[in-house]
């Protein structure tokens, strides 16, 4: 672009240069011309006024010469000529001068003659001559300087399309070859290509710009690399991290489904030590009874234990091969993490791994999930097992209480009727008192018969259906068929209001009452109702019967006093009573013990 401009300018120069030499050429031409023309004018006003000497005034003559001279030396063409005093048109023109100064003029000025004519011509013809030489010359000069100003042209044009051509040659190869390079490497980058690079030579900014791609490659294609290494491991994380949120999914069903903690645990933590590459590990329990550990679940021995259940199984043993390539306190490292829940220690998990390899970080809080895990279901285990000791107790004190109140009475009762009849003689002023005897101990023993029949049907009674209310049912329509009688059923109480121990006492309350109103009542309309009025639950159960004798419920009716044990058991009250309008109604109300119903009773409380 510099070239390009310097020939330019240099071109304008030089045409404005020679412009500006040749300005007034064509002027100094046409005065030459006009000098000759005039020459011949004034040559043939002389030959006029030689034939005719009246015919131009002296005065109109002598301005003619003067008009000549002036043309001369006129400013045009003396600005024409160069300053050089050698120059050739400098020289022709002081030649003409001369000639005319010397020659011409004073002959002009002379007296006409026919020798002056003669002598005028020459003289005139030598003027023109050398006019012509001047007009020959001026136009050598003006057709010189118009070629030198097209050679000028014509080598600048050269010239230029010389650099323009130099320039194109140089913008390809040191512009549009790196910028398709750079953009190669680009497309190359963009196609994740790390391997391509520019390789440009030179100080200029297009090769600076290419060592800077290539370094910029190389470093996307080192970060690219090691994302892809970070991407890889972070993929087998995740793999890692999915494989153990499955494990602890199956380890949550494993350990709460199955009742065996061994036979829960140990495919779990086998697999667990495939995932992590851990093992062996072993599983040891608290007891508050005991001064050490004992060892619970192993996942890897080489005999049975001495705890197991099951001699089918063999899930625990390997090979002394096996065994002995695990690691030992020899070459590994020992990991024990606690079992405990907020206040209780309930065992500790021993995990073996090896030095070299090392335990990480996510491996840790995996097991340490996994004892959470462990911990929940011992726990839960444990209260399992106190629960069910707690209920085979409560229920040996119930069958143990039912028979105190009901059979053992009544064969007390036998016993003392066996006894009183030892004592009195057969004889036959005694007959009377040997049939009533006989007769209350037949009436003892039907009573105690029945009352047999009656705890048989309390103990075995079970509900069958899916909750209370379906139990309900079932009861009324089978009553219903005994009174032969509809027997209507009020029930809304809220599901899982009640445990299954509280849903036992109120069905058998209920089926007690019903088989008291069928035995004795002699009733047509019977009415069950069970509600729930936060935070008690209301049973009741009424009828339009012949009501109780005396208005008061009997003494010493085992079914009435059992019904009161178990409003005792239920930590309420039962009542039974006549209706006013006619008939017995008997009420049970208790408040659930049921952990449903604690946020119920706190907000009722409060």
Known sequence: MAAICIVALINIALSLTISASIQGSATAINLSGSLRMQSYRLLGDWIQVS??????????????????????????LVRALPESTDHPLVVQHQRIMSVWQQEVRPTLLAETSSQSVSQLRPQINRLVEHIDG?????????????????????????????VIFLMMFDIKNRV???????????????????????????????????????????????????????ASEKTRELEKSHAALELLHKASRSLYASNDLCGGAIPLLQSLEELLCIGPIRLFLHDRYAPEMVEAVTTATTERPYYCKDHHCNA????????????????????????QTANNLLGTLEVWYRKDQGLPSTSRRLLETLCDQLATAIFLQNQITEQQQLTLAEERAVIARELHDSLAQSLSYLKMQVARLRRVELI???????????????????????????????????????????????????FSERLAQPITLDYHLPPQALSANEEIHVLQVVREALANTVKHANATEVTTSVSFKSPQVKVTISDNGVGLPGGDQPAQHYGLVIMQDRARTL???????????????VKLSFVPKSRHLIPTQSAANQ
């Not at 009436?443 to 705890?455: D, K, P």
């Open 51 to 76: 034939g005719q000497p009246d015919s131009l005034s002296p005065a109109f003559r002598h301005e003619r010469i003067e008009s000549f001279t002036q043309r001369l030396n006129h400013p045009g």
């Open 134 to 162: 001047l007009v020959s010359l001026l136009e050598q000069r003006t057709e010189a300087r118009v070629k030198l100003m097209n050679l000028v042209q014509t080598i600048s044009l050269i010239f230029a399309a010389l």
């Open 176 to 230: 549009v070859k790196p910028l398709g390079r750079l953009l190669d490497v680009a497309y190359a980058v963009g196609r994740q290509d790390f391997s391509q690079r520019a390789h440009l030579e030179g100080r200029d900014e297009l090769s600076q710009l290419g060592r800077a791609f290539d370094q910029m490659t190389s470093a996307l294609a080192e970060s690219y690399s090691h994302l892809e290494s970070e």
């Open 316 to 339: 625990c043993l390997v090979t002394p091969a096996a065994y002995d390539g695990m690691p030992s306190s020899q070459d590994g490292g020992r990991l024990l993490l606690p079992i």
């Open 428 to 478: 036959q002023d005694n007959e009377p008192l040997h049939q009533d005897i006989l007769n209350e101990l037949s009436t003892g023993l039907n009573s105690a018969y029945r009352q047999l029949r009656e705890l048989l049907t309390t103990f075995r009674l079970k509900l069958d259906t899916p909750d209370l209310g379906t139990a309900l049912r079932e009861t009324i329509n089978e």
């Open 571 to 585: 930590g309420g009250k039962l009542t039974v009573g006549n209706r006013a309008s006619g008939g017995v109604e």
